[in-house]
């Protein structure tokens, strides 16, 4: 396995616990993951509250946004989620890691792979609004 792909969570939210990849509504989010299941190795769901979240993990309905935090909250998750990524043995040389997420949710996480050597980070969507995102996945046939 060589590509890991990071899709944030969104706002909108089934009532209902979910497993991660059925918990979020929004057509972004739904679209950010189909593309990421086809063209990344392994693919995790970057969640406010739950941290790195497989797609098949249970998870509770929740109102958590990194929005809300401050910047020590928000520095603490994303080395979560690099701890999480690291145990699961994915942190190694070679591996490039591709984020379907916002600033908010990035920046927190590369800070923590800046002290990794060899592993490569990648934004396709860098810089783009939702409605350009939305047509970038049209375009591919998402």
């Given at each position: 396995m060589n590509?890991?792909?990071?899709?944030?969570?969104s706002k909108t939210k089934q009532k209902y616990a979910s497993k991660a990849q059925e918990l979020y509504t929004?057509?972004?989010?739904k679209k950010a993951l189909a593309y990421a299941e086809k063209h990344?190795?392994?693919?995790?769901?970057?969640?406010?509250k739950y941290g790195l979240a497989d797609l098949?993990?249970?998870?509770?309905?929740?109102?958590v946004t990194l929005k809300n935090l401050t910047y020590k909250e928000?520095?603490?998750?994303?080395?979560?989620?690099?701890?999480?990524?690291d145990e699961r043995g994915l942190?190694?040389?070679?591996?490039?890691?591709y984020f379907h997420a916002g600033a908010l949710y990035r920046v927190p996480i590369i800070t923590h792979l800046h002290t990794r050597r060899?592993?490569?980070t990648n934004t396709p969507l860098q810089g783009l609004g939702i409605g350009k995102?939305?047509?970038?996945?049209?375009e591919r046939g998402f």
């Open positions: 590509t890991i792909g990071l899709v944030s969570c929004s057509t972004l989010f990344y190795d392994k693919v995790f769901i970057l969640s406010a098949n993990q249970l998870l509770e309905p929740y109102d928000r520095h603490h998750w994303g080395f979560k989620v690099v701890k999480g990524l942190l190694r040389p070679g591996v490039e890691i060899g592993i490569k995102q939305l047509a970038w996945y049209k």
